[in-house]
């Protein structure tokens, strides 16, 4: 079975980091793409950031760049997500998300864990 | 970065209906975007890739059409288990940008 599971959310002061993580099994990982998309509560989806097949290559959303560090380690199937400088507009459930290409659109998702921004 | 826009946001219909949702690009796409529906509190799960292929398990009630910066998402004969948000999604270049999604109601 397909599977993507996230860990590591929860409730952080502004300024504090948090570290996601995102395990995969029942699928080649290495020769996924991986991303992560974020949703804020009530509001739609929002892309974050990507990383390549290897680790080589990281994109992000302006919001978070400098502030969020993605990265993969292939060798344990598994997506980070380390968040630094965190703001309470970074309140969301966060989803690890895949594909192969871009063409084939994002085919595997995980179930999403909450990160909650508060003083 | 580019911008999709989708129509309408919300859309009341009845089991057996055609529905159509529209997205938009702010530029050229080819044929990069994707559809997902999202039921609540559930991942998004993915619909329609390259604007028009089916995803392996999707119901054929589903279609998708359009290139460029004009694109549909159809359901033929509405069924109680469509009714979610659906969203589309742009995978041309990086931001990978997402509608602001369509949520599909029971009339």
């Known amino acids: 079975e397909v599977q993507l599971v996230e860990s590591g959310g929860g409730l952080v002061q502004p300024g504090g980091s948090l570290r996601l993580s995102c395990a995969a099994s029942g699928f080649t990982f290495s020769n996924y793409w991986m991303h992560w998309v974020r949703q804020a509560p009530g509001k739609g989806l929002v892309w974050v950031s990507r990383?390549?097949?290897?680790?080589?290559?990281?994109t992000y959303a302006d919001s978070v760049k400098g502030r969020f560090t993605i990265s993969r380690d292939n060798a344990k199937n598994t997506l980070y997500l380390q968040m630094n400088s965190l703001r309470v507009e970074d309140t969301a459930v966060y989803y690890c998300a895949g594909f192969r290409s871009s063409w084939y659109g994002m085919d595997v998702w995980g179930q999403g864990t909450t990160v909650t921004v508060s003083s | 970065d580019i911008q999709l826009t989708q129509s309408p946001s919300f859309l009341s219909a009845s089991v057996g209906d055609r529905v159509t949702i529209t997205c938009r690009a702010s530029?050229?796409?080819?044929?990069?975007l994707a559809w997902y529906q999202q039921k609540p509190g559930k991942a998004p799960k993915l619909l329609i890739y390259?604007?028009?292929t089916l995803q392996s398990g999707v119901p054929s009630r589903f279609s998708g059409s359009g290139s460029g910066t004009e694109f549909t998402l159809t359901i033929s004969s509405l069924q109680p288990e469509d009714f979610a948000t659906y969203y589309c999604q742009h995978l041309n270049n990086y931001p990978h940008t997402f509608g602001q999604g369509t949520k599909l109601e029971i009339k």
């Open positions: 530029q050229g796409i080819s044929s990069y």
């Open positions: 990383v390549n097949t290897d680790g080589s290559g990281t």
């Open positions: 390259a604007a028009s």
